[in-house]
């Protein structure tokens, strides 16, 4: 009995992921999605202005996570995590390698608010740099990674960092900013 809930339990998550697969491909037409992307339920993605958004093969966007692309282009290689609660926000350029982890609540950002001196925030033009996240790199839980930044392959990044500047390949590095340790 045990064997059979839990197939039950596997076959309705997968279906909703088909589902919500669906659902996504017919809503954005720059969003192309590999063999066997998962799509966990609660999450948000939106690709608008022209924006591009692939998805590599067997990776899995955790539950309630948001990709917003607006103009931009984001590809995400194949086996890669991305953890629950992430946000993925791209007006420029956003690349991630293939089987790359990305922990719970992190965030990466190819753009930021102008700051002059006259008028609201919300009203400045973003400032872009692309961010490209190498191979096999791991983002530990609710770190952010700022406009501009190059993660080299094979780099971890610890819980919570601020990660202003690039990391060499194979490098780990934490801290408020992202330091080599």
Same mark, same amino acid.
């Given at each position: 009995m045990r064997v059979f809930a839990l197939f039950l339990i596997i076959a309705s998550r997968r279906a909703g992921s088909v589902w919500r697969r669906w659902l996504f491909g017919c809503a954005y037409p720059g969003l192309s999605l590999g063999e066997a992307v998962e799509i966990e339920p609660g999450v948000r993605i939106r690709v608008t202005d022209g924006g591009t958004l692939e998805i590599g093969a067997r990776t899995v966007i955790g539950a309630n996570a948001l990709i917003v692309v607006k103009g931009g282009d984001v590809r995400i290689g194949a086996d890669s995590f991305i953890g629950a609660g992430s946000v993925l926000a791209c007006n420029q350029r956003l690349g991630i390698g293939c089987?790359?982890?990305?922990?719970?609540? #992190?965030? #990466?950002?190819?753009?930021?608010?102008g700051v002059a001196a006259?008028?609201?925030y919300r009203e400045q033009p973003p400032r872009t740099a692309p961010v490209t996240i190498g191979d096999n790199v791991w983002l530990g839980a609710k770190a952010s990674v700022l406009k501009g930044v190059t993660i080299g392959d094979g780099a971890v990044i610890g819980a919570g960092a601020v990660v202003t500047r690039d990391i060499d390949a194979r490098t780990r590095a934490a801290g408020v900013p992202a330091r080599p340790l």
């Open positions: 089987d790359a982890l990305i922990a719970e609540y #992190v965030t #990466v950002r190819d753009h930021d608010h006259a008028g609201p």
